[in-house]
């Protein structure tokens, strides 16, 4: 448009102040940075932090290609020089231009980078400080030598990192105030170094494809104060009892988004300490769903996308989807990496995929009380019809035939309808509350261990009376849901012949 102009410069100190709050957390905000190391192709990524007397610091030191003078200040520039939108190298991290700076200074108001790159180190320093109490507001970066780095004791001791590396790159963050350290429990050293403990296991989730080769990729290593960061691949450990589904690529601009269901391990199949693990600190339930990854890299997880509610009955079902960054304007990535919404394609296909997965990863849940797929009779019947869905006392089990049978081996009609009208008021809505509990309920048997040995005990001796041969018994056991293990069983069986 042939109009007049004004160039409106934003205040620096002022719109600094505001993206201080776009919304990382301490964990967004690491990972974020720890992106650019991988970016630089790093192999060891080691997180430092001192409480420091009330004065605490992080950094973030990598040994990856590191910058030059020049590229250290396009670095620190915000909006660096790559456009967002123009092609990145397919591996890169990075898209906006802004992390290194949003992502620091969201938790700190002193942003030093150090780098190595040729021999030569360079550094570049962003403080909020300065930037207000400067006379005119300009948006000018401080570019220290090193000797005065050296001047700073913190910043003294780290920059010896780099004596030990070709290249690489320390991201030094002071004057941290935004950490909320301080509460009644606890002191605030104690609630820093839980942050960070927490902080290490969000890397441990967000880069655990990159602690271990996938396709011939490069392995990186990430520390935090020297412990190594434990990978959590949140599908589980490769075991029979994890089912991987078939995957599924789709192409969208001639890009392939590739889509791997799994089904976790139902308790019953795992240790108590694995099911936990991979529970995680939420739980299953909250941690069902999607979970995306761009370049590898964990953006997204545990969310359905609103397609389907979180629900009990999915709770074991978890989809990884690989998207890769030159997708990023149909996900409309957000800078923090913590958020991205599927283009309506994906969408769909997603919607379409998710009823024959779903029925799948209810399975390990219904079958316990369902005849249509197992020849077993149970002593609770899954009934389904007309979208309605009730839990009967099995009519067909022995030990209810025995409760319902009089002494002339007749059913007892009154007794018959009494049981029903008792099975038909299960308290569904309270079970449904205490299975939504997840992990934390564990709902027991109220009959004791011996109650249901000596049941199964009668059910052997009435079998064998009315002339059963031993095989025969053994046979009508396995086809009922009886209340023990299938070793005691074989020992009760044992007993009553043997003694
Ligand atoms: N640890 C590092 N080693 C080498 N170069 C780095 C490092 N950290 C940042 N850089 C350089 O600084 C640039 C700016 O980083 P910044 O995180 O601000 O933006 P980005 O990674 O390009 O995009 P995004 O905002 O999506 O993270 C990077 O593109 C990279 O060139
Ligand atoms: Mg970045």
Redesign the pocket.
Known sequence: MNCDTVELLPNPAFLMQSMRHIGYTLETALA??I???I??E?SVISVQYRWNDANPWIA?I?D????SSE?IK???RFG?E?C?TEN?SSS????????????SLSQCKRLT?I?KQNGSVSSCIWDVDALAEAAAPKWNALLPSVEMLKKDPVIEKLLHRLDEISS??I?IWQKLDNLSVASKKGSAESNFAEAMVRASEHMGLVFHRFFVMEKGSKVIKIDFNGTVVEGMNPFGMAVPARQELQDETITLEGQKIEIQPFILPHHSKVSKKDYEKYGGEDGYLHNQGFYVYRNRRLIIKGTWFRIIPKTELHKLIRIRIDIPNSLDHLWQLD?K?SNASPPLAVLNRLKELLPSLSDRGKRPYTKRGSRAISDVVYIWRREFANNKVSYVINEEHPFVKTLVTNENGEVDSQKLSYLRIISGAFPAESFHVDVNNDTKTVIVSAAQQDEMENAVRKLISSCREMGLEKAAIWDMMCKNELPVSKERQEELLEEEFNG
């Open positions: 974020d940075i992106d650019n190391s970016a630089a790093a973030i990598d990856g290609c590191g910058m590229g396009e670095a620190m660096g790559i967002p990145r890169d991290l990075g898209r906006f231009g802004l992390g290194l700076k949003t992502a980078v780098s690489g790159t991201v800078v990496k």
